[in-house]
């Protein structure tokens, strides 16, 4: 057998290959089916285009794989094996799908061992053309369908069950397709079924199922020919994406309401915080406890010479805690002892209210409790601090405040016990602002296998003992130590305001998001779109005390340091983004490296490293080499934070200045 003559003068695509697929030789029609100009491969150029190529190379990416098993498989099993493969479009044609049989021959002249590859005339059957894309349809959860011009109908081909539901009839007129569409997608279909590419993009459209009612599809259609020399065909792809838009609008709900909340507490905080009056501090309280936690009344306690005294909202009214006005803070009821011990009291149980305080008197709806009603209880000053008063919230309807509800309420109890503290001191703003940011500083967590923490931070010397600087460090669920450090905008009560904020927002969000770059992304978003009239930076690590690997990200802040135990220092630049609550739409970045043994992490604020004769460069490297000798010298992380503090307070810095260093041991 003549194999170049015999086998390659075809009028359908063929070529002749090597065992490992290497081009023997190639007609014509192949090579342009293949997107590649006829004398490239044929001729004089031959041997230097095509001869010895491998035939794979010269088929889309898409494709390569199938036809180079395809030729491995006849090559090795010396059998007749066939697969549909697709040849690419060329100048804005469809591509072409075609059935490729592979068969074991044997080149006359040399008596070699060769492998013809050609397509077959599948005119006859062209409903095997579309068996792959049927099944790439089912494995992709998809539905596939054919449309016909010359009829209007529309055909499913299969795919996804659920999918074939939404039709009427598997066979249908386009017609009664389209009146089930919303009107205004009726336009993107019809432009669909007239794509001017080969593939046009996804669309989304509304369909009215006669079942369940609407449905949100996403549509794409590809125009192919069916065999070489064969008809043209538009072919869809459609995906069921109902649940995907349900749960889109849930989550946009559930934001919408948690940007709402957070709007709501910083609010509150900020009320709290300017209240200068004690009239004042009992309007903010009243007006929007309840509101803020969803509580269907609120009643405020405050401590005077012993004794309570007793306001409260429209939700409870003063004749149903009247008893309460006046009581001695000694009488054992649960509003006397929590605000007595700085202990919250939560109760749910009507027989467990009367067991824990048989003689208390004038807890309001006592009868209901156990049923539909609970109570809840926040002291306005911690234990061990002189008794201030707290507040009792009721909840109706069966709601159960969670605990990070209960944990927040605290927080802003905290708040408006300082408020009042300060107020009866009669240096409201000054000493409130102090109170404040020692409530922002929170309690370190101790006893960290393999870490130490320490922090410290030092005011402005300039206007108010109050800033905008803040640290935070507590263990997430999966035991890894979070760690920020920031910075808001100035040095009042308002930059206190704003930093204690930005530091609950991402202790909240850090809850729920693992990764550092997210919670910077979702405060960002927060306070943008609250209006935040202050930005904030920040350093935020996620530290692993099992294996010291770490995560970071920055939100505008200045690098952090490395300290090492042989006294050597690097400084880390990590990715991240802008400050936080000016630009909109912001991902942050964050990178991955390996705290070492007996190395250290020291974060600063800009006071740290800059002050009136020093640069940010000198300043981080001052830093940096006073941590490597802590190090160096034994020092543990509360003596290497004292002393990289007590050198930015010897260079007469102006602004806040915060250290946090954490250890790995």
Known sequence: MDASDGLLRRAEPAALLTLDGAIRDLNAAMATALGRPAEQCLGRNFGEQCLGRDFGDLWPASQRVSVENLVVHVARSKTVAMRIMEFPGQGGAPPVACLIEARPVKDSAGDEQLVWVHALDARNDLASLL???????EAADLGLWMYSAHDRRLEWLGGAPALAATLPDPDTYLSTVISAVHPEDQAPLAALLRPPAAQSPWVGLRYLTPHDGWHHLTVQTRRIQLGYGGPEQIFGVVRDDTKQEKRKKKAQAALAAERQRAKEIADFSSALITAATEQELQQVVLTRLAATFGASGALLALVDDGRLHVFTDAGITLCEVDVLHGLRLDHPNALCEAIRTGKPQFVTDREDCRRRWPHGVGFPHLDGLGFDYTVSITPLSEAGNPPLGGWLVTYGSGHRPSLD??????????????????????????????????????????????????????????????????????????????LEIGDAQGHDVDAAAAMGQVRSFMRGIAAREPDPAAV??????????????????????????????????????????CAHKDGSHSIHELPGGPVLGILPDTDYREETFTLDEDSALVLVTDGVVEGPGLTLEAGLERAGTLAGAALHDGLDAEETADRILDAAVAVDHLDDVAVLVIRRM
Do not use: K
């Open 131 to 137: 068996i792959p894309f049927r099944l790439a349809a």
């Open 405 to 482: 509800e209960r944990t927040l309420m605290g927080m802003l109890a905290d708040l408006a016990g300082q408020a009042l503290r300060r107020i009866r001191l009669q240096q409201a703003r000054v000493e409130l602002a102090m109170a404040l940011q020692q409530t922002m500083l929170p309690t370190l967590p101790e006893h960290l296998a393999g870490l130490e923490v320490a922090a410290r931070y030092r005011p402005s010397r300039d206007g108010l003992d109050i800033g905008g600087d803040w640290y935070d460090a507590f263990v997430m669920p999966d035991g890894a130590v979070a």
């Open 520 to 561: 910077l992304t979702c405060t960002n978003e927060l306070l943008v779109t609250m209006g935040a009239v202050r930005f904030a930076s920040c350093t935020m690590l996620h530290v692993d005390p099992r294996d010291g690997r770490v995560t970071g990200a920055s939100a505008g802040h200045v690098p952090l340091l």
